[in-house]
C-alpha cells in the first residue's frame, strides 16, 4: 500500500510544479534546500463549517529531535497547498501559499471558505519538491438542509506504549464523515512510567512533557504514527482534549497532587506550552489560538438541522476535585452548588445553545463520565470526583438546561475511561424508574491499558447497582454511529489485542436510539468466543484515573 502510494505522489509532482505560478517559483527553489521529506507527520482536516474546513499539517524531518523543532531551521518556510474536488487533483478549486513559521513549530492552519456545503474535498502541501501525503475532508451540510444521514466515529484515550493504534487503521478504513477525538490523545509520561498490564510495546521519546519542547516532540512522535496518519488523512476531526495532553487529573490552574510542577507558576507555564503544542498540532481554528495560559476550546459545529455537536471542555475552567481526587463515598463536597466542572461561562453558553438549537440531535463532545456510577453494590454510594459526579449540581444545572429548552434528543459522548459503557441518563439517578432525559455513550480507549478483556464476573453485579448502564466491554477499540432523521445506530467496536499489530476488528454490541425516544434498544450482541477472565477485577477500575494513580 505504502508502495503504490509512494509512486502516485511522484507522478503528480511534475501536475503539481506546472501550476504554481511563476512568481512564486524562485521562492520554491529558495527552500528547496530542505533534504528530507517534511512531510513525516501527516495531514489533518478539522472543524468542518457548511463553506470551509481547516487544513492541518507540519513541517519535520527529523520528528523526534528533543528541542521539539522537528528537525527544521529557524526560518519560516513557505508551504503551497491546493484543494481539489477529486482525488487526483485535476479539479483544483482552492490553491495557496502560507508561511511555516518556527514560533508555531512549523504548524500549517489554512482556514478554508468558499467551499460548497456538504461536499467531499482532496488536498495535499508542497514544500521545494516534496509534496505530503493526500488527504481527504468534507465540509459540513448547508445550515438548513436535513441530511440524509451522517456517519460518525468517536475515539478517545491512545498512549503510544500500551499498544498499536489499529483501531485508528480501522477508523481509517471505515472512512466515516466525521471523527470526535474526546482526549487523551498523548500522554505526558516518560518512557515506562504508566505501565500497561500487558507490558509496554514501545517507548515514549523524551522526559515527562512539561516545556514547550517536550509538548512538541511528544506531539510529533505520536504524529509519526501510520494508523494515526491514516484516520487523520480520512475525514475531519473534532478535538477536544482531557487531562493526559498537559498533565494527568489537571484541573483548572492546580496540578495534579504528584505533580512534577507543584508550584502554581510552574504549573501554569507548563498548561500554557501544553495549549500551545495542542493548537499547533491539531486542526484547529484561529479562534482557538491560546493566549497565554487561556485557550477557547469549547465550541459548536452545526451538521445541518441534522446534529449540532456541542464540543465541550471540562478541564480549563473546573473547580479541583473534591476530596483529593478518586473514589469516595463520604464527600459532601460533590454536591455543593457552588463548584462546577465547565465553569460558569461554559456552562451559559451551552445552555445557550439548547435554547438556539434546531437540530434533530444535540451531541455533547466531552471528556468525563456523565452518568452516575455508584461502584459499590451494597447501600453504600461511591463514585468518582473527577467525572461529573463529582460535580452534580454542575449536572443538574446542564439536564435541566436541556429539558427547560426542550432538546429532541440529547446524547452525551464521552472518553476517559478505557472502557465502553452505553447508558440511559435519568432525571434521578437514585431512582432506576425516573425518567429517561437522555443518553450516554462512552468509548474506549484506542490502546490505553493494553489488550484489556470483553468482561470481568463482577460486570453484572456492577450493572445491578446502576440499572441505567446496560453495557461495559474493557478492551480496545472505538464507537462508531449513523445519525439519521428517525435514529442513531451506535455500533461499539472492538480489537481483541493491542500489543500485536493487525488486529480485526469487530462490532461486540450495538443499540439504536430512535428519535425522541431517549431509550437504548439493543440490536446486536457478539458472542464472547474465549474465556478472558484471568482474575478478578474491579470494573471500576482500569479507569484512567484509577490507572495513573497506580503508576505513581
Ligand atoms: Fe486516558
Ligand atoms: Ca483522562
Redesign the pocket.
Known amino acids: 500500500m505504502h508502495v503504490s502510494r509512494r509512486i502516485l505522489l511522484a507522478s503528480s509532482v511534475a501536475a503539481a510544479a506546472a501550476t504554481v505560478p511563476a512568481t512564486a517559483r524562485a521562492e520554491e527553489r529558495r527552500h528547496a534546500t530542505l533534504d528530507r521529506d517534511p512531510f513525516t507527520l501527516g495531514v489533518a482536516s478539522g472543524d468542518p463549517a457548511e463553506d470551509g474546513v481547516v487544513l492541518w499539517t507540519r513541517l519535520a524531518t527529523d520528528p523526534l529531535a528533543e528541542d521539539g523543532m522537528g528537525g527544521m531551521p529557524d526560518a519560516v518556510i513557505d508551504v503551497a497547498w491546493e484543494v481539489a474536488s477529486d482525488e487526483r487533483f485535476r479539479h483544483r478549486v482552492a490553491a495557496g501559499r502560507e508561511q511555516a513559521r518556527p514560533d508555531r513549530g512549523h504548524s500549517i492552519h489554512i482556514e478554508l471558505t468558499g467551499l460548497d456545503p456538504n461536499t467531499e474535498y482532496h488536498y495535499r502541501f508542497k514544500v521545494g519538491h516534496w509534496l505530503s501525503p493526500n488527504g481527504r475532508t468534507r465540509t459540513a451540510p448547508a445550515r438548513d438542509s436535513m441530511p440524509e444521514q451522517l456517519r460518525m466515529s468517536f475515539a ?2 491512545s498512549q503510544y506504549e500500551h499498544g498499536y493504534f489499529t483501531a485508528y487503521r480501522h477508523i481509517a478504513d471505515s472512512a466515516p464523515d466525521l471523527i470526535l477525538h474526546l ?2 490523545y498523548q500522554y505526558e509520561y516518560k518512557k515506562g512510567m504508566y505501565l500497561s498490564a500487558d507490558g509496554n510495546v514501545r517507548d515514549h521519546e523524551g522526559p515527562e512533557t512539561v516545556s514547550l519542547a517536550n509538548y512538541r516532540q511528544r506531539h510529533a512522535q505520536y504524529k509519526t504514527d501510520p494508523d494515526l496518519q491514516a484516520a487523520h488523512a480520512v475525514a475531519p476531526w473534532l478535538v477536544v482534549w ?3 495532553e498537559v498533565e ?2 489537571w484541573a483548572g490552574e492546580v496540578p495534579e497532587e504528584t505533580s512534577e510542577t507543584p508550584n502554581r507558576e510552574d504549573f501554569l507555564a507548563r498548561r500554557a506550552a501544553a495549549f500551545q503544542a495542542y493548537w499547533e498540532n491539531m486542526p484547529l481554528r484561529r479562534s482557538s489560538v491560546p493566549e497565554g495560559i487561556d485557550m477557547q476550546l469549547y465550541r459548536r459545529v452545526e451538521w445541518g438541522r441534522l446534529a449540532r455537536f456541542h464540543m465541550l471542555d471540562t478541564r480549563q475552567y473546573r473547580d479541583d476535585q473534591a476530596c483529593g481526587d478518586g473514589w469516595h463515598s463520604e464527600c459532601p463536597d460533590v454536591h455543593d452548588e457552588s463548584r462546577s466542572i465547565t465553569g460558569g461561562a461554559q456552562e451559559d453558553w451551552l445552555i445557550d445553545g439548547f435554547h438556539s438549537s434546531r437540530a434533530r440531535w444535540d451531541l455533547l463532545g466531552q ?2 463520565f456523565f452518568a452516575q456510577r455508584d461502584s459499590d453494590i451494597g447501600p453504600v454510594k461511591r463514585t468518582s470526583t473527577d467525572a461529573w459526579d463529582g460535580y452534580t449540581a454542575s449536572r443538574d444545572r446542564i439536564v435541566q438546561g436541556w429539558v427547560d429548552a426542550e432538546v429532541r434528543n440529547p446524547v452525551v459522548l464521552t ?3 478505557h472502557t465502553h459503557w452505553a447508558c440511559e441518563l435519568l432525571a434521578d439517578f437514585d431512582d432506576p424508574d425516573s425518567k429517561r432525559v437522555g443518553v450516554e455513550l462512552v468509548t474506549t480507549s484506542i490502546s490505553s491499558g493494553g489488550d484489556g478483556v470483553d468482561s470481568v464476573p463482577e460486570d453484572n453485579q456492577a450493572l445491578q447497582a446502576n440499572r441505567h448502564i446496560k453495557f461495559r466491554n474493557a478492551q480496545r477499540g472505538w464507537v462508531q454511529t449513523t445519525i439519521t432523521p428517525e435514529q442513531i445506530d451506535v455500533d461499539f467496536q472492538v480489537v481483541p489485542f493491542v500489543t500485536e499489530q493487525d488486529a480485526p476488528a469487530y462490532t461486540r454490541r450495538s443499540y439504536t436510539v430512535a428519535d425522541g425516544d431517549r431509550t437504548l434498544h439493543q440490536t446486536y450482541d457478539r458472542p464472547v468466543e474465549r474465556s478472558v477472565i484471568t482474575e478478578s477485577t474491579d470494573p471500576f477500575a482500569g479507569s ?2 484509577n490507572a ?1 494513580d497506580t503508576v505513581r
Open positions: 478517545s484515550c482526549g487523551d482531557d487531562d493526559h494527568n487529573n471528556q468525563v472518553g476517559d475511561v484512567d484515573e495513573d
